[in-house]
């Protein structure tokens, strides 16, 4: 048998911000992180789009996302080790919703929450998008929501800087998989590998992404968590665009931005949950009429390629579930992300440090969203869902 001072499962972007954040908060016992996939290819991070923006209707997505941000700015040298620089392509080419009429006023209320929060969004007009997109459709706009603050970035780098940079500081990766999470009298005692090894430890932290869920289902905690496949594709658009494009959201919720000379677009089609990485290309038909209608450039773009990852879907209010379980002591979860993890991964992981090392919040209090709100119906009900 053996033991740690604090387990974390999965080491995805949350598993090693958090890692990475005890040992910045002084934490100095020790930290096993276990990563069924050291390869990372099936976690959700590396299939993400990598999109971060502030443009929430909620001040806790909006903080969670402005204070990672804030990270992000200076991610290259703040996770340099030695001379190497932890380059994640970061481009700040704005975040933008296109909006119809109708949308506009729900636009507007969320604009008022995010300047009194410190974001410098703002309402476009039609003349002001085609500034931004000289090829956009604009017949049926009315305008959009911008944030030139926002963007996106590689979201794999990311997380192998804060793994890299929590092993620099004595975090031990175990590459195995937990088979079940040990718990005794209301308290978390350790977990079981699929190897039969035992670990104990009074603190087990679930960053198993969409697979985190079914972990503490089956401890008799369950979570209103499920997997849900998301499809990308990548194509070239054949004749090029005058500008590189901000991560765009459609009115019909497909959204698109550039990488490299390439674009990247997806939607978050009704799907039946459940684990299923099948890239289907044929759902790209869907896609295809609604980016050349937009941007009538994409009407002789090539598809080339796609994959298809998973949200770990909060199927009651879309957002994630973060701190102690209040019917298990010791045992903690950073799940339920659905599509808007990756961005607040840097805030997620100092959080939760700071619960465990100093027992409350103290840079940003993430305590809307607690474990216990589904019990007490105090739910983050988010407009800006993608
Ligand atoms: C297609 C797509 C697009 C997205 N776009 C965006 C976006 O634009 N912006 C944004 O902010 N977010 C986006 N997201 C969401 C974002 O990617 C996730 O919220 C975030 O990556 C979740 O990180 P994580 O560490 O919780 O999960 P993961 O990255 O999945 O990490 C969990 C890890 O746990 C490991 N694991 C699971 N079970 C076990 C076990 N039993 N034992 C050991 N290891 C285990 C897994 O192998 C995995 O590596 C997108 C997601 C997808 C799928």
């Not at 665009?241 to 550039?258: A, S």
């Not at 957002?319 to 379980?325: R, S, Y």
Request: hydrophobic residues 40%; aromatic residues 10%.
């Amino acid at each position: 048998m053996k033991k740690a001072d604090i387990i974390i499962v999965g080491g995805g972007v949350m598993g090693s911000s958090t890692a990475y954040s005890l040992r910045k908060n002084g934490f100095e016992g020790s930290i096993v992180v276990f990563e069924k996939d050291p390869t990372y290819e099936y976690s959700s991070t590396s299939r993400s789009a990598g999109g971060f923006r502030q443009l929430y209707s909620t001040a806790i997505n909006i903080q969670l996302s402005r204070f990672s941000l804030a990270v992000y700015k200076n991610f290259a040298e703040d996770m340099a080790i030695g001379e190497e620089k932890a380059e994640i392509d970061f481009k700040q080419r704005g975040y933008l919703f296109l909006a119809t009429e109708r949308m506009l006023s729900s636009f507007q209320k969320q604009l008022k929450l995010q300047n009194s929060l410190g974001v410098p969004s703002e309402i476009l007009t039609n003349a002001d998008l085609l500034g931004i997109i000289p090829e956009l459709e604009t017949g049926d706009l009315a305008g959009g929501l911008f944030c030139k603050e926002d963007g996106y970035l590689d979201p794999y780098s990311v997380m192998q800087a804060y793994r890299k940079n929590a092993q620099f500081l004595d975090v031990d990766y175990v590459n195995a998989e937990v088979s079940t999470l040990l718990t005794e009298s209301g308290r978390i005692k350790g977990v079981q590998l699929t190897n039969g090894t035992i670990y104990n430890s009074p603190i087990v932290i679930n960053c198993a992404g969409a697979w985190g869920a079914t972990l503490s289902e089956e401890i008799g905690l369950p979570l209103p968590i499920v997997p849900l496949k998301r499809q990308m594709y990548v194509f070239d658009s054949t004749t090029r665009l005058e500008k590189m494009l901000p991560l765009t959201i459609d009115p019909t919720g497909v959204y698109f931005r550039h990488e490299m000379d390439r674009v990247v677009a997806g939607f978050s089609d009704d799907v039946k949950p459940g684990i299923d990485f099948k890239w289907k290309r044929s759902s790209f038909d869907h896609l295809w009429p609604i980016l050349a209608h937009r941007i009538p450039n994409f009407e002789s773009l090539k598809l080339e390629s796609g994959w298809a990852g998973m949200y770990d879907h909060n199927t009651v209010d879309q957002n994630a579930i973060i701190g102690e379980h209040p019917l298990m002591k010791g045992y903690y979860v950073a799940l339920g992300f659905s599509g808007h993890g990756m961005q607040q991964a840097p805030g997620v992981g100092i959080g939760l440090a700071e619960l465990i090392c100093k027992g409350k919040y103290e840079t940003l209090d993430l305590t809307p969203l607690r474990v216990e709100r589904f019990a007490e119906n105090d739910l983050v009900m988010e407009d800006a869902i993608v």
